[in-house]
T-cell receptor, first 113, second 117 residues
């Protein structure tokens, strides 16, 4: 069974903390993505990576950075967490070919207090 | 820029009713891909169906069917004989084509479907 696994389901962090969200996929996919989900806004792309050490900004990259040192692992970093980053974060992966769906992790609900 | 609009925020139906979820999209690409995903209360998005821009044939898969019309930029999704287990948030999404961007999705706002027994 193919899988995208996110390290935590729930996280509570304090304002100003550095936060790491980890994601691992076992499908040998080239592409990996981090989305943020907020009510009424759907999912918005934060960053994506199309190869090891390669990344591109999505629609809302401000306040975030990413790291992809290995093909299977993609990390989202909040350098200094703020309350407006309280949200559901979803990781996804896909092949780099046409008409391919993305596979999603179970999500991490982050609360910044 | 790509955009996906799901005008229905919430839909409530009684079991066994048919329900159609609307999706309208905007893109300048001539080749693109459309998807429907389901997000049950567990949180994980589950892929349901896909359609590419050069194939307007509408299909039925079990209780699911979809109506893709390029002329109106719409990709509507129908669940026939709804069941309580269909209760979830449904997302329509649009994918870019070309190069490294496959799988990169623009999502609609989501439609919350509640099916009552």
């Amino acid at each position: 069974d193919v899988k995208v696994t996110q390290s935590s389901r729930y996280l509570v962090k304090r304002t100003g903390e550095k936060v790491f969200l980890e994601c691992v996929q076992d499908m040998d996919h080239e592409n990996m993505f981090w989305y943020r989900q907020d009510p009424g806004l759907g999912l918005r792309l934060i960053y994506f990576s199309y190869d090891v050490k390669m990344k591109e900004k999505g629609d809302i990259p401000e306040g975030y950075s990413v790291s992809r040192e290995k093909k299977e692992r993609f990390s989202l970093i909040l350098e200094s967490a703020s309350t407006n980053q309280t949200s559901m974060y979803l990781c996804a992966s896909s092949q780099q070919k046409p008409n391919t769906e993305a596979f999603f992790g179970q999500g991490t609900r982050l609360t910044v207090v | 820029a790509q955009k996906v609009t799901q005008a229905q925020t919430e839909i409530s139906v009684v079991e066994k009713e048919d329900v159609t979820l609307d999706c309208v999209y905007e893109t300048r690409d001539t080749t693109y891909y459309l998807f429907w995903y389901k997000q049950p209360p567990s949180g994980e998005l589950v892929f349901l169906i896909r359609r590419n821009s050069f194939d307007e044939q509408n299909e039925i898969s079990g209780r699911y069917s979809w109506n893709f019309q390029k002329s109106t930029s719409s990709f509507n999704f129908t669940i026939t004989a709804s069941q309580v287990v269909d209760s979830a948030v449904y997302f329509c999404a649009l994918s870019e084509s070309g190069g490294t961007s496959y799988g990169k999705l623009t999502f609609g706002q989501g439609t919350i479907l509640t099916v009552h027994p």
